[in-house]
T-cell receptor
Framework: DSGVTQTPKHLITATGQRVTLRCSPRSGDLSVYWYQQSLDQGLQFLIQYYNGEERAKGNILERFSAQQFPDLHSELNLSSLELGDSALYFC???????????FGPGTRLLVL | DAKTTQPNSMESNEEEPVHLPCNHSTISGTDYIHWYRQLPSQGPEYVIHGLTSNVNNRMASLAIAEDRKSSTLILHRATLRDAAVYYCILRENNAGNNRKLIWGLGTSLAVNP
């Protein structure tokens, strides 16, 4: 158990819909990262937040957005969903100055 | 962005050592080399990291070439539980807390009983 929690574990929705994925980092960690993992593309970094502020952006689509709240939990919002958005979405956290990222169990999103 | 190259898959026998190679010929002088692994149906987990010197921890050893253009993750005695996808990753050494990791497709390791 990494200490990072993600909800929900599974999500099934339809094209055009909007969903919110939630992540609670390890106690004391200030950084939260979001990743997308699909079968053909491996792990893709989406975005990083540190203590409530956006710190780095990767291959995140404009239809996707994220935020980190004062209690340090984070949400990833995915809108106007397409079939190709079906994937595993992982959240990871790290302390402010540590190297290691700790990953949650992921949310499996299926868009029908 | 500096990239890594790993074999798609490797196979090992239980109780034998495993050497997982990684090439990173465009690595910059201050990039750290990280290894993570992902067990089936789980999120990635940290294995080890290093900069220039070889590193050991309870999970594995990391051997880094003198020119830093390649590295090898060594599992000293493979167990069935070590069957996973192993990712060799470079961490950009940006100032502040920007800890972006650049992920490749990894090596899928099969361990035979």
């Amino acid at each position: 158990d990494s200490g990072v929690t993600q909800t929900p574990k599974h999500l099934i929705t339809a094209t055009g819909q909007r969903v919110t994925l939630r992540c609670s980092p390890r106690s004391g960690d200030l950084s939260v990262y979001w990743y997308q993992q699909s079968l053909d593309q491996g792990l893709q970094f989406l975005i990083q937040y540190y203590n409530g502020e956006e710190r780095a952006k990767g291959n995140i689509l404009e239809r996707f957005s994220a935020q980190q709240f004062p209690d340090l939990h984070s949400e990833l919002n995915l809108s106007s969903l397409e079939l190709g958005d079906s994937a595993l979405y992982f959240c990871a956290s790290s302390a402010g100055t540590e190297e290691t990222q700790y990953f949650g169990p992921g949310t499996r999103l299926l868009v029908l | 962005d500096a990239k890594t190259t790993q074999p798609n898959s490797m196979e090992s026998n239980e109780e034998e050592p495993v050497h997982l190679p990684c090439n990173h010929s465009t690595i910059s002088g201050t990039d750290y080399i990280h290894w993570y692994r992902q067990l089936p149906s789980q999120g990635p987990e940290y294995v080890i990291h290093g900069l220039t010197s070889n590193v050991n921890n309870r999970m594995a050893s990391l051997a880094i070439a003198e020119d830093r253009k390649s590295s090898t993750l060594i599992l000293h005695r493979a167990t069935l539980r070590d069957a996973a996808v192993y990712y060799c990753i470079l961490r950009e050494n940006n100032a502040g807390n920007n800890r972006k990791l650049i992920w490749g497709l990894g090596t899928s390791l099969a361990v035979n009983p």
